[in-house]
C-alpha cells in the first residue's frame, strides 16, 4: 500500500539528514506503529505519506515515495485527500469548522461529492465511531477524546485507504485512550484499512501494532515484528523491560502472555508484609474546602487537601475533571470562590515577584509558555539575573539536566523534551518551595521522562513539594508517592501511589496488571523485591 | 429546537429593528428593544464563544454613550436653554473657529447628546445581538458561492481570534506564574514573543490540515446541508420588518401610542419564538 523506495530528507536551512536511503514497504490491512526518540523525525514520515513534505513545507526529497500505485512527487496532498487521511497532533489546530456534523462534511464539500453520498457517509461515521449523540454540538465544547474522535471520523468519511496519526493519544486519559485505540483496532481488522501511528506511550499501543517502524534518529530506519524490533531496542515498555529483567527467553507483548510467563514467580513469591512508614511531614499546603465554577459548570466542589514537605503527589482524573483548576488554584492564578488555600501560612494569590517564584515553581501545559528569550543562553541568563544569583547557574542546572544542549539554540527548535527541561531549570534555579507540573509528559519520551523522574527526585529529597497533574501512569508509578484521584471537581480516591493505583483496572501500570495479585508497580520494584525475597533467576 | 434557523434571519431581524429605532429616535422605545433583544439572545443563544457579543456590544455601547456624552459636554454647538452648569471656555487658536471647547452647558444640550449616545449604543447592541445568535461560519456558508473561497479565508481569521484570545490568558497566566511583571510596555515582549509564534504554528497546522484534505483542489464545491428559508425564519423577519413599517402606514395621531407599538410587536415575535 505504501512503499518507500530510498528516501532521504533533508530541510533546507538544515545541515542534519532526516532520513538517508530508507526503503520500507507497508501492506494493505497493517498497523504500523512509528517509534523513534523526540525529534527523530517521527513526525517527518508520517507527513511525507501524503506529501505535505515537501509540498508544503519544503525540504529536499531523494527517492520515491509511493501510495497505492501514485507517487507523492507528481501529486499535491490535496490530491490524496480521498485516499489517505492524516490526524495531526493537536486535532484541535486542524479543525475548520465549529460543528461536529459540518466538520465531518467539510472535506467531502471540497471534493464536490453530492449532497446525497455526503448524507449518507456522514451517518455511517458517526455510528461507526459512536458520535451520533455530538453531531450538532460544537467542537470547542468536546473532551479531548471526543476531539480525537472527531479527527479521526472527517478523515475516515472521505474514504481512505490509509489513515495516518501522529500521536494520537498523548493528550488523553487512559481510558479515552484505549477507547480511540480499539476504534483504530477494529478498522484495522473490519475495513482492512492500513494504519500508520506514532507514539511515545508504547505501552498503550504496542498489543495493536503489526509491524514497528524504529527511526533511530541517524537518518537510519528497522522495520521489523514488534518481537524482534523490541528485543533489542533501546526504547521498550515496561512490560518489555520487565520480561528482560526477568531474563526471559521471549518477551511477550500482551499482560495475557506476560502474565503466563510469570505465573511461577507470583506463585512462589511470599511479600513479607511492609507497611511503609507514615512519616509526619510538616505541613506545606493546606487546602480547606474550596470550590470553584466557570459559570454554570462547577469545576471544583469542596475540596480538602493536606500537603506535606517532600512528598510528590499525582494528580489523575479524566480529562476536564478539574486537575488543571485545582493545580491553579493552588498555584494563585485562580481564586476560590470558596474555601482557603495556604501555602507556609501565605495566600498564593499574594504572592508576587521574587516572592513568589522562591515559593512556587510553576510548569504550565506548554512549558514555552514561560520563555520569551531569544536562545537557551538568553533564557538562562536572565533566569539568573531574576534570582540573584551567580551567573551561569542556571545553565549549569540544565547541563545536568540534559547534557549536550547547545547555549546558541533558539528554545523553539529543542525537542519537547529538552523545552521541558529549560522550563525546569528556569524555573528550578529559584529553588522553590513548591514545583506544581501540569500534564508534564505530552510528547515526551522514555528517555526525557527518566531525567523527568530523576529531576524531580532530587526536588523532593530537598524538600520541595511536587505536584503533578497527568495521565502517565507509568510515570506516576515511577515517581509518585502519592494519589489523588479527581472526578467532576471532588476527591474520590487520596492515598498512597501503591494502594490508589491498584484499586482501579484501568489505571493500573502494565507491571501492576502483570503481577497482580503481588503488589509491585515497577519494573523497579520487582527486580528490587525478587533480590529481597529469593532470587529466582539470575537478571539477565 | 431541532434545525437551527437560517443564519440570515437573525441579522435580517436585527437590521430591521435597528433600522426602526433609527426611525423613531425615542429613547424609551430604543431602551425597550435592547431589553426585549437581551431577552431573545439569553434564551436563543448556543454556548459557543460567539454568544459573548452581545454582552460585548453592550459594554461597548456604555463606552460609546459614556463618550460620546461627555464629548457632547466638552465640545460642541452652544445650544440655548436652561443652564445647569458651565465649564471654563478653553481658549483656541482663530483658525479653529467654530469649535469651542467648554462652556455653558444646558439641559437641551446635554439631553441631546445623551439621546445621540443612547441611539448609537442601541444600534451597535443590536448588531451585536445578531453576532451573538448566529454563528459566523454558518453566516459565511451561506454567502453566494463565488465569494466562498473568500470566505474560508475570513473563517481561518475569526477563528484564529478567539485561540489568540485564550492564548494570550494563557501565556500571562504562566508569566505571571514565574513572577513576572507582565503589564507595561517595558514587558510586552514577554507576551508578545510567545503569542506570536504560538499562533504561528497553530495557523500552519490549520493551513496543512486544510490541504491535506482536499481543501481547494476541487474548483466546485458541493454544499452538505445547504441552508433554508422556511416558515419560522419569515415569521421573524417579518415581526422587526413590522417594526419599521408601522410608522410609515398609521399617521402621526398619537405620538404615544405609536411609540410603543412596534415595541409590542417585538415582544410579540418573542413570545412566539419561544
Known sequence: MISFTNVSLIYPTSTKTIFEDLSFTVNEGELVLVMGATGSGKSSLLRLINGLIPHHTGGILAGDICVNGISTREVKPGGLAHLIGIVGQNPINGFVTDKVEEELAFGM?????????????????????????????????????????????????????????????????????????????????????????????????????????????????????????????????????????????????????????????????????????????????????????????????????????????????????????????????????????????????????????????????????????????????????????????????????????????????????????????????????????????????????????????????????????THDVELVAEVATRVVFIADGEIVADGRTLDVLLSSPAFAPQVAKIMSPVPWLTVKNVVDAIGLVKPLRPAE | MDRSLHPLTWWIWAGALAISAARQSSVLISIAMVGVVAIVVTFKSEDAPWAHSFAWALKLGLWIFAIRTLTGILIGIPIPGRILFSIPVLPLPSWMAGIRIGGDVTLERLSLTAHEGVMLATIVALLGAAASLSSPHRLLRSLPIMIYEFGVAVVIATSLIPQLVTSTIRIREAQRLRGQDVRGLRNWKRVALPLLEDSLSRSLDLAAAMDARGYGFSKKRSRYRPNSWHFREILICLSAIAAVAWPLLALPASMTALALAPNLKVKQKSSVER
Open chain 1, 109 to 469: 464539500e471540497a471534493l464536490n461529492l453530492p449532497a446525497d453520498i455526503m448524507r449518507k457517509r456522514v451517518e455511517e461515521v458517526l455510528d461507526l465511531l459512536s458520535l451520533a449523540h455530538l453531531r450538532n454540538r460544537s467542537i470547542a465544547t468536546l473532551s479531548g477524546g471526543e476531539q480525537q474522535r472527531v479527527a479521526i471520523g472527517s478523515a475516515l468519511v472521505m474514504h481512505p485507504k490509509v489513515l495516518v496519526l501522529d500521536e494520537p493519544t498523548s493528550a488523553l486519559d487512559p481510558i479515552a485512550a484505549e477507547e480511540v485505540l480499539s476504534i483504530l483496532h477494529r478498522l484495522v481488522h473490519d475495513l482492512g484499512l492500513t494504519v500508520v501511528i506514532s507514539e511515545h506511550k508504547l505501552e498503550r499501543v504496542i498489543q495493536f501494532a503489526d509491524r514497528i517502524l524504529h527511526i533511530k534518529g541517524d537518518g537510519q530506519a528497522q522495520i521489523g515484528t514488534p518481537e524482534v524490533i523490541l528485543q533489542t531496542s533501546d526504547i521498550a515498555p515496561p512490560i518489555v523491560h520487565l520480561a528482560r529483567a526477568l531474563g526471559l527467553p521471549a518477551i511477550s507483548l500482551t499482560v495475557r502472555d506476560m502474565r503466563r510467563s510469570t505465573e511461577e514467580l507470583r506463585r512462589d513469591i511470599s511479600l513479607p508484609n511492609t507497611q511503609p512508614e507514615e512519616g509526619l511531614h510538616s505541613e506545606v499546603i493546606a487546602v480547606r474546602g474550596i470550590s470553584l465554577s466557570y459559570g454554570h459548570t462547577k469545576a471544583l466542589d469542596k475540596v480538602s487537601l493536606s500537603i506535606g514537605e517532600g512528598e510528590i503527589v499525582a494528580i489523575m482524573g479524566r480529562n476536564g475533571a478539574g486537575k488543571s483548576t485545582l493545580l491553579k488554584s493552588i498555584a494563585g492564578i485562580l481564586q476560590p470562590t470558596q474555601g482557603q488555600i495556604s501555602i507556609l501560612g501565605n495566600i498564593p494569590s499574594s504572592l508576587h515577584g521574587k516572592e513568589r517564584r522562591m515559593c512556587i515553581g510553576f510548569i504550565p501545559q506548554e512549558p514555552s509558555d514561560l520563555l520569551y528569550g531569544q536562545s537557551v543562553m538568553g533564557e538562562c541568563t536572565s533566569a539568573d539575573r531574576e534570582n540573584e544569583i551567580d551567573s551561569g547557574s542556571t545553565f549549569e542546572l540544565l547541563r545536568s539536566l540534559v547534557p549536550g544542549i547547545s547555549p546558541k539554540t533558539h528554545p523553539r527548535d529543542l525537542s519537547e523534551g529538552q523545552r521541558l527541561a529549560l522550563a525546569l531549570s528556569v524555573v528550578l534555579s529559584s529553588h522553590p518551595k513548591i514545583l506544581i507540573l501540569d500534564e508534564p509528559t505530552r510528547g515526551l519520551d522514555y528517555s526525557a521522562k527518566n531525567s523527568l523522574v530523576a529531576t524531580l527526585n532530587a526536588a523532593a529529597s530537598h524538600g520541595c513539594v511536587v505536584i503533578l497533574a
